[in-house]
């Protein structure tokens, strides 16, 4: 499976590491991170337990990550991350292939990332998140939510004002609870409960564009 580990400068770290090895190390400690997260379950991410995993002392590990909050909000910072750079990719696709169906393009590249990655599932379901890492989701689905708002400004399909934001996050939000549900029934994603949130979300999105005044 794909890692999704964290850019150093952008995870809430004790220190950021500044040498290529240190760098290296942490993004090594990271992926012994997820694996723990995946085979044990969040409870299982101690400093001793992922040191042991890393193959590195708990000292050079605490110098980063302190606690198991520390390694849960790094993770949760990497997946957002990557989540955000899919994103991101799609909204540079919106504007030259001119989408017929973009919900069914978004629904079908962001399942296709949870039957991946492993890690961000037990994380996502997971009972240990921390105050940290729910505030990260709340501001990482705004701006998954912008992504949407682009995207539909790459189709030339709506107006940019607050209304269209504000209506993009509320998008996000119905998505990200049925996806969960989704990949709570079934690992690789209920098919018939992700078509059902494409057929929910794009009746939505049409009313949203419907009443743009920018509207073709």
């Not at 909000?73 to 899919?86: K, P």
């Not at 030259?96 to 961000?120: C, N, Q, S």
């Amino acid at each position: 499976m794909g890692h999704a580990t964290a850019d150093p400068g952008g995870t809430p770290l004790r220190r950021t590491p500044r040498q290529a090895r240190s760098r290296a190390r942490l993004a090594l400690v990271l992926r012994a991170a997820e694996r723990v997260l995946v085979d044990e379950g969040v409870q299982a991410l101690t400093t001793t337990r992922v040191a042991a995993e890393a193959k590195v002392s708990v000292g050079s590990l605490y110098q980063y990550l302190p606690d198991r909050g520390a390694i849960i909000d790094a993770l949760a910072a990497g997946y957002f991350t990557r989540l955000e750079a899919v994103m991101d990719d799609l909204v540079r696709a919106a504007a030259t292939e001119r989408w017929e169906d973009p919900v069914g393009v978004l629904v079908d590249a962001f399942a296709g990332i949870y039957r991946t990655e492993h890690g961000f599932r037990a994380l996502w379901f997971g009972s240990g998140l921390t105050e940290r890492a729910r505030a990260a989701d709340r501001e990482h689905k705004h701006r998954m939510a912008d992504g949407v708002r682009r995207v539909l400004l790459a189709l030339g399909a709506a107006a940019d004002d607050e209304a269209l934001a504000r209506s993009c996050h509320a998008a996000v939000l119905a998505a990200d609870a049925l996806a969960q549900e989704a990949f709570r029934r079934d690992a690789e994603g209920d098919a018939d409960l992700l078509d059902e949130a494409k057929v929910m979300l794009r009746g939505y999105l049409a009313a949203v564009v419907a009443r743009s005044p920018s509207r073709p």
